[in-house]
């Protein structure tokens, strides 16, 4: 049983190689799904895929599968996609926009086909519209969350995530 | 101290509370401590586990997004719990992920555990969970609890002992003065009365009753005896009240002594003493010596005990001073009736006697010739044996044995008689007024007894009146009806002659009034009165069918009324002869009984003298042989009344039913109360008292025979 969740990875992960890098976001990606929940109509079936979408670029190449093999989310069974475009997302549940993809839109909730979580990298990601961004602080792996476009999207973010992130932005709260 | 069972009420509860409650506490405490010191441990793990549990469970996510400042944060929230003094999570790999430590004296852990589990360590509870997310072991958790120590435990548990403790001790004081108002104050209150009552006597004492339990019925029962009691002694007082009578208790002779009259002192003293010799009780009359100078008689009848000069002395005190008085009177009256008798004997004789003198007398003058020198002689003695006559009249008036022989009485007439002996009985400075009024109704009494009872009415007034003042005598008619008669069951309706004699004297209060005509009452000093004369005032008005009443005001005099039955029909034949010196003639055949021999041959030598055949006897039983021994007829019977064997009476019970139409004449020279009392002789019945003239019986007889007198 591979250990891809493990918070130790995150020591090679300051190696600075982005390999490493993207061993321990993929686990973030897995992780967000015990943390975020989807509305029932987002699963047609009591055993439909939990969709993992990447769009653009693909900086995990196999990592994100080695990661998920053999993992499910609440009971569903996890799979990944691959498309080019952010407005490509239908049948997506979670959405990771790699930093190096053409499209610099942005994809914001009302945009969205469904309930889809979008996951960027980089400050600006969550501070823009997006849902969870993640980013590197003190050579560690953190994450930002854009309340208002996860709700906008119909999903609940549990509270425990929130008190991990670095930063929220939430229109309720102030920021 | 003094022993439990002395001790208050008060105290007994306060200490049996006290010692209860620390002994159920001593066993209730106990028992708290071992159960505390057995489930302690596993109740501290339980404890810290739960603790870990609700750690471990903010933990994960710190974990599984790596993130050990929020899991220090999470950590830094256990200051609410002092006692957890480190805690640590480490990885699966056994470095550390966050710490806490809550002071800088645990900086370090005591142990370094890496599987799940607990153990005790140096006064510590090392427990270590797992920290897991789908199967995954993210981490282990370890919290560090310092054990108190078992001292400290103890002087917690002391002081919570202490505090319920001192709770209990507050209720049983607390208790105990309830109870101190609920049962001591109560019985405290019912002591207090009893030695009240002991000291005062006084049962009307009552015990407030305030609750209705076993205390209240005690107040209640004791209420209820004192109520007896009450009862008891009241009834004992009044019984002595009637018998006059009080309880008197002394604690020595001399303290008794020294109410005695001195003259009866060594009375008193040698009573008492043979009574402390003998063991029996005492019974002894004294005259006291009262401060105020009246003369009063006590008897004491009572116990002594105990030894030497100091007795006690139990007994009753009655003032019998008024029986006293009573026996002095009775023997006054005792005395009178022995001189009566000596007087009313030497007068039945001299009656005797004189009858025959005087008889004898009489034949000797008739015998002698007009002009003798000897008649002179003659009517010397015929004048002295008619004083010596008046002298037995006198003595016969002082013993009252004179013969009650009521006669129609004209108020008037008799009032008019004595008036001048009345002037000379009361003194100067008293007026007499008299108001007669003519047409007074005769009535029906002895003439000597109404002038007795005028007599002594006067007399009573006079003494009413020491500073002179008016006496008046009235007479008039009243009727009296119903509504008087109804008033006074004594008095009859009817017509009446009324008497009315007032004085305008002292007066007498209502209840003086009320007993003047009682027997012995007098309020005159002794010796001065016999206490009798309204007495026989009453008894000669009532023994005449009539009534006497009085009215009285103090300062104002009295007025005493006599009312007398009316006598109807006009005034009867007076069978007093004239003293015409006549001997009328007869030729019927008298029998003359007498026991007196002189008296009968003088009666026998006057009758047979006018012409009477007369058969004699001296004795009731040999007249009645004489009568039936006599073929012939007998007309009259003349009688002595007092006679040895038969009486008069008898004799002329027997005789009159022998003979239906014989003439009784009684003659006696000497009446007994008895006869009187009995109502033998009445207005119709014929009497001629000794000494009598031969003149006097022969006319008697003449008009007995004549029908002037009813046969008895």
């Given at each position: ?8 990875a ?30 029932p109509?987002?699963f ?5 895929p ?14 994100l ?10 009971g ?34 009302d ?65 | ?21 620390i ?6 405490g106990l ?36 993130d ?30 966050a ?9 370090r ?34 919290l ?9 435990r ?9 505090t ?12 105990s ?21 002991a ?9 407030a ?47 008794l002594?020294?109410?005695v009259?001195?003259?009866d ?24 010596s ?7 008689w ?20 009655q ?18 009736e ?6 009313g ?13 005087i008889?004898y ?25 008619r ?23 004209h ?40 002038e ?33 008669t ?11 002659a ?24 007098t ?17 000669i008005v009532?023994?005449a ?15 005493f ?5 009316r ?20 030729t ?16 026998m030598?006057?009758l ?6 007369v ?22 019977l ?58 006097r019986l ?9 029908g002037?007198g009813?046969?008895?």
């Open positions: 049983m591979a250990a891809a969740t493990r918070a130790e995150q020591a090679p992960a300051r190696a600075d190689s982005a390999s490493l890098e993207y061993e321990v976001k993929a686990a973030y990606l897995l992780n967000f799904t015990r943390y975020v929940e989807w509305p109509s987002a047609p079936r009591q055993d439909s939990l969709v993992i979408c990447v769009i653009g670029p693909d900086p995990f190449r196999t990592i599968e080695r990661t998920v093999e053999g993992k499910a989310a609440d569903h069974p996890i799979a990944i996609q691959r498309a080019a475009l952010a407005s490509d997302t239908r049948g997506c549940h979670m959405a990771f926009i790699a930093s190096g993809s053409q499209d610099v839109r942005i994809p914001q909730s945009q969205l086909e469904g309930a889809v979580l979008t996951i960027g990298e980089g400050r600006g990601f969550a501070r823009r519209g997006g849902m969870i961004g993640l980013v590197i602080m003190d050579a560690t792996v953190r994450f930002e969350i854009n309340l208002d476009a996860v709700r906008g999207a119909g999903l609940q973010v549990s509270s425990r995530l929130l008190a991990l992130a670095t930063r929220v932005y939430s229109t309720e709260a102030g920021e | 101290m003094a022993r439990f069972r002395d001790r208050p009420i008060r105290d007994k509860v306060a200490l049996l509370i006290g010692v209860a409650s002994v159920g506490m001593g066993f209730a028992t708290v401590i071992v159960y505390d010191l057995i489930t302690f441990k596993p109740r501290v793990v339980r404890d810290l586990d739960s603790q870990a549990e609700i750690i471990g469970l903010n933990a994960i996510p710190a974990l599984t997004f790596s050990p400042k929020a899991a220090s944060e999470n950590l830094a929230t256990l200051r609410s719990r002092p006692e957890i003094g480190f805690a640590s999570i480490r990885l699966p790999s056994g470095s550390l992920f710490s806490y430590a809550r002071d800088s004296t645990r900086a852990p005591v142990a370094e555990r890496r599987a799940p589990g607990y153990e005790f360590r140096a006064g510590h509870l090392v427990l270590t969970r797992a920290l897991s997310s789908d199967d995954l072991v993210l981490g282990y958790l370890t560090e609890y310092d054990l108190p120590s078992v001292w400290a103890l002087a917690r548990y002391g002081i919570m002992a202490a319920v403790l001192l709770a209990l001790l507050t209720a049983a004081a607390l208790l003065r309830t109870l101190v108002r609920t049962v001591s104050s109560p019985l405290g209150r019912l002591a207090e009365a009893s030695r009240q009552i000291a005062t006597r006084d049962f009307r004492v009552r015990v009753q305030d609750s209705n339990d076993e205390i209240g019925q005690l107040t209640k029962a004791f209420n209820e005896m004192l109520g007896a009691l009450q009862q008891s002694e009241e009834r004992l007082r009044l019984a002595l009240e009637a018998a006059e009578m009080r309880i008197t208790e002394a604690a020595s002779v001399d303290a002594i020294e109410e009259h001195p003259e002192r060594d009375l008193v003293r040698r009573t008492i003493g043979h009574s402390l010799e003998a063991g029996q009780g005492f019974d002894v009359e004294f005259r006291t009262g401060g105020d100078g009246v003369e009063r006590a008897a004491l009848r009572g116990h002594a005990s105990g030894e030497g000069k100091a007795p006690q002395l139990v007994g009753v005190l003032d019998v001073t008024d029986r006293r008085q009573l026996e002095l009177q009775l023997i006054q009256s005792q005395k009178m022995a001189i009566g008798n000596l007087a004997g030497i007068a039945h004789d001299f009656n005797n006697l004189l009858t025959a003198i008889g007398v009489k034949f000797v003058e008739r015998a002698l010739p007009e002009g003798s020198p000897i008649r002179d002689d003659v009517a010397e003695i015929d004048r002295a044996a004083r010596a006559a008046l002298l037995t009249s006198h003595l016969l008036s002082y013993a009252r044995r004179q013969m009650v022989m009521p006669t129609a009485v108020m008037n007439a008799s009032v008019g008689s004595i008036q001048p002996m009345l002037r000379r009985l009361l003194s100067e400075d008293i007026e007499i007024v008299t108001a007669l009024d003519p047409r007074v109704w005769v009535t029906r009494i002895d003439q000597g007894q109404f007795q009872l005028i007599v002594n009415m006067a007399v009573n007034a006079r003494d009413a009146m020491p500073h002179g003042g008016k006496l008046r005598i009235r007479t008039g008619n009243t009727v009296l009806g119903g509504e008087e109804r008033r006074n069951t004594d008095v009859l309706p009817g017509e009446y009324v008497l009315t004699i007032s004085d305008t004297g002292a007066g007498m209060t209502p209840e003086i009034a009320a007993r003047v005509f009682e027997p012995f009452f309020t005159k000093p002794v010796g001065q009165g016999s206490g009798l004369g309204l007495a026989m005032c009453y008894g009532k023994q069918d009539g009534h006497i009443s009085v009215e009285s005001e103090v300062g104002r005099g009295s007025v009324t006599i009312f007398l039955p006598l109807e029909g006009s005034e009867p034949k007076s069978l007093h002869p004239t003293e015409e010196d006549v001997i009328p003639p007869g019927e055949t008298v029998l003359f009984v007498e026991d007196d021999s002189t008296v009968r041959d003088m009666g030598r006057v047979r003298g006018a012409g009477y055949e058969l004699e006897a001296d004795s009731g039983e040999r007249a009645l042989a004489v009568s039936r021994a006599s073929a012939g007829s007998i007309h009259m003349v009688t002595d009344v007092i006679m040895p064997g038969m009486s008069g009476r008898e004799l002329v019970e027997i005789l009159c039913r022998e003979r239906p139409h014989l003439h009784v004449l009684y003659v006696s020279g000497y009446t007994e109360d008895v006869i009187v009392r009995r109502g033998i002789l009445d207005e119709r019945t014929p009497f001629l008292a000794k000494p009598f003239t031969p003149t022969a006319q008697t007889v003449r008009q007995i025979l004549d002037a009813r046969p008895a």
